[in-house]
């Protein structure tokens, strides 16, 4: 996507063992481009979430291994990639993609003979992995784009109202994002639209992220606190919800980011669609797990206690809560399947159903 007419993706390899990526945790203040040249960097950049959002986290942990895979010494190799693995993993426990990328890269390897077939091999299942992504998320867009076209439609010209929570745009992605991906195809398209941007406490991806990029590409918006949803839905402000996803399970019951549930709720209580936009890649299709089982991130509680922003230039982190305060700060929730109205994915738009899921893992099956 384009940040001042220049094309970014969120990371990139810049050269053999170095990769680039836009660093999230200083937008919408700052636009800067940091490096990993370390597994141990990469993870560092995960788990601070300089790097974020599902799709990115599956791209960073390929990259993290192909950095592992360069610095290590040809005797050391295999165990290397298992650190690495086991190292990625256990950053962000909730993004599925995360196990997924590490899993596909590695699997890819499993025939090389030598160090060098093994470098080779690793590196383009990366680029593989990585371009492959892109494409599924360009194709949500092309897909996702169709229901706010027949929703324009109904609305005869009146801008079609859709609610987001978190940054399931490019940024969380590595190009066109999820659940953004059909806002911008349809803005593209001419068709009148306005977004409704939760802010996403504690960490403000909606109102940091989303903002940014929407801005960036002239896309109308508003920012609301996360306690307004509930309000917009009760009085018909909000015409559909688009949501992104970090793990989805066999059922469909979708873990996203905290504050997805709610809106889930009030939405179904009021008649409004919800969808789920995610590639397949997000997609846990082994786990039966109850919504109650599925493992949910919890995140330092310095997050709930502070808010950042940007005073007379300079970024600060201020204390909101009183000194010795205590908080809990779970980072993802579960909207079960019943809630949903359907999932925008690169095969196509599948309804929330036993049936709609069913044939969305054949498809699934036969393009793995
Ligand atoms: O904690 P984050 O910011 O990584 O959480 C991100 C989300 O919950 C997104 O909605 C999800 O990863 C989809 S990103 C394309």
Redesign the pocket.
């Known amino acids: 996507m384009l940040v001042n007419g220049v094309p970014y993706r969120t990371i990139w390899r810049r050269h053999e063992g170095a990769i680039a990526f836009i660093d999230q945790n200083l937008l919408p203040h700052r636009f800067a481009i940091k490096e990993a040249t370390s597994v141990e960097e990469m993870a560092e950049a995960i788990r601070h979430?300089s790097i974020?959002?599902?799709?990115?986290?599956g791209a960073a942990a390929a990259y993290g291994l192909e950095l592992a895979a360069h610095r290590a010494p040809d005797t050391e190799l295999p165990a290397a990639l298992h650190h690495a693995a086991t190292l990625l993993k256990q950053t962000?426990p909730t993004?599925v993609n995360i196990a997924w990328a590490t899993d596909s890269v590695l699997e890819a390897t499993a025939e090389a003979t030598t160090p060098q077939e093994l470098r080779h091999l690793l590196r383009t299942a990366v680029d593989k992995l990585v371009n492959a992504e892109i494409e599924r998320?360009r194709r949500i867009g092309e897909h996702g784009m169709h229901i706010i076209k027949s929703l324009a439609e109904k609305k005869e010209g009146a801008p079609v109202n859709i609610l987001t929570?978190?940054?399931?745009?490019w940024l969380?992605?590595v190009d066109y994002?999820?659940?953004l991906a059909p806002i911008y195809v349809a803005a593209n398209n001419g068709i009148q639209l306005h977004v409704w941007v939760s802010e996403?406490r504690p960490?403000n991806?909606g109102s940091a992220l989303t903002a940014w990029e929407l801005h960036q590409h002239g896309i109308p918006y508003s920012v609301v606190t996360d306690n307004a949803c509930g309000h917009l839905i009760q009085r018909g402000l909000v015409d559909v919800a688009f949501?992104?996803?970090?793990r989805i399970t066999r059922r469909g019951d979708t873990a996203?980011?905290i504050g997805?549930y709610l809106k889930a709720l009030a939405c179904h209580a009021h008649g409004v669609p919800f969808y789920v936009a995610?590639p397949t890649s997000?997609f846990d299709w082994s786990s039966h797990a109850k919504p109650g089982h599925i493992p949910i991130?919890e995140r330092s509680s310095d997050e709930v206690h502070t808010a950042t922003g940007i005073y007379q230039g300079t970024l600060i982190t201020v204390r909101i809560t009183p000194e010795g305060a205590t908080a809990w700060n779970p980072?993802?929730d579960v909207t079960p399947v019943e809630l949903l109205s359907g999932f925008i994915t690169e095969h196509g738009v599948f309804p929330a159903t036993i049936e709609g899921l069913e044939e969305l893992a054949a498809y699934a099956h036969a393009s793995s």
């Open positions: 979430m974020r959002g599902a799709i990115a986290l962000r993004a998320c929570h978190c940054n399931a745009g969380g992605c994002g999820t659940a996403t960490r991806q949501v992104g996803a970090d996203n980011k997805t995610a997000s991130e980072s993802f």
